[in-house]
């Protein structure tokens, strides 16, 4: 039997095992696993080793912060970096404003995405405030819009007192969706940054004090508590500290659905990055922020010991000018750094080779334990019936990444000069060559929405 598409002599690795074999592609989607496959076309991955599509379930494209504030990865520049560094799904975020239904603001959404994206992708709905008053209206979304989570903040103006995230994790629960949540307590850090703002302190430097992280375990904490008296699954976003760790795995360990994610800029930088004088203090301002390098060996032993599940981006760049709005107020810094491109790549180097964990489980954490807990029924897996959204990693290529390197639409990256070994050297979506070589063949436009459901 002959194959539109066959991918020879390559490793395959998958979240349970590493083996040899082929993998035969008949239109979108994987055929056949074996071994003398022939095929119409042929890719030699000899040497090589063949994944899963990574899948970021954490990114911020075209995000609008108002006053002509908007991310500087389009769905265009954003999806293309993705595709070059292996990234083959993502999902992004409906914000609705306050005048605004649910369905409107997501069609709205819709309409920014799909004449730019290049890969496959989905999207939470954010529920603010505002937002409460529709939350009846959760299933037709979910039905209309194929919306299965929903993004909760306990900080910003979207922020939710405790009243409101009940009645949001009520209203999932009802629908069988997941909360993605951002966990901090907000009363303490505005009460912290006014302190700072009026004694004067309003460097970079302050940004992290205003965050502490016992408090960002309290928060975390807190919303353990709801979600298990509420009886939902929770998933709680971008990780860096012992004290959001620790109640994660205490509740896991009592047998809750409690499912934590870190991002790479928690497990490579510190809160020394703050320290730098001038716009490098600045360029790092995220939330939470960066913590203490104790944090981060906590962060790599609990994705090695699946206190962690999964690690995304939270992907959300800034240019150095718009990060320069807020050196003189910490405050007023776009908070985000670029990371959707390096992930699949900076977890192999730093997390496979400096022996934190297995390939095995790189996998899982960057491509199948994301889309099977974010309902992505035919993402992050090898297997026959799935699409053929693949990797071919070559785990001796040599990158050094810099601005020159990275293809996302930002002037810095946090991880300038960092030397890596390993780099995808073709990316696959849906059985179509995207990148291959350094050299791009995708369009904007081809990437799918992805409805979703339970």
Known sequence: MTYDLVIQNGTII???????ADIGIRGERIAAIGEGLSGARVIDAAGRLVTPGAVDVHVHLSLNLGGGLVSSDDWFTGTRAAAFGGTTTIIDFVHPEADETLMQAYEQRRAEADPQTVIDYALHMALGPAQIPQLGLLPAVQKAAGITTYKLYMAYGYCLKDGEL??????????????????????????????????????????PRCRPALLEGEAAERLITLAEWVGLPVHIFHIGCREVVERVAAARARGLPVYGETCPQ????????????????????CAPPLRTEADQQVLWKALANDHLQLVTTDHCPFTM??????????????????????????LYTFGVRAGHFSPERWVDICCTTPARLHHLSRKGQIAVGFDADLVIF????????????????VDWTPYDGLDLRGWPVVTLQRGAVLAQDGQFYGQAGQGRYLARSV
């Open 14 to 20: 998958t979240a349970e095992a590493t083996y040899q």
């Open 266 to 285: 928690y497990l490579l930088l510190t809160e020394a990055a703050y320290e730098t004088p001038g716009i490098q203090g600045a360029l790092p301002v």
């Open 394 to 409: 070559d785990p001796e290529k040599p990158a050094r990444l810099s601005t020159d390197w990275l293809h996302e639409n």
């Open 166 to 207: 009940l009645q949001a994790l009520e209203a999932i629960r009802d629908v069988g969706g997941l909360p993605v949540v951002h966990a901090e307590n907000w009363d303490v850090i505005t009460t912290l940054v006014n302190r700072r703002r009026e004694a004067g302190l309003t460097e970079p430097r302050w940004f």
């Open 321 to 346: 000018a718009q990060k320069a709005r807020g050196l003189d107020d910490f405050s007023r810094i776009p908070g985000g750094v670029p990371s959707i491109e390096a992930r699949f790549a900076l």
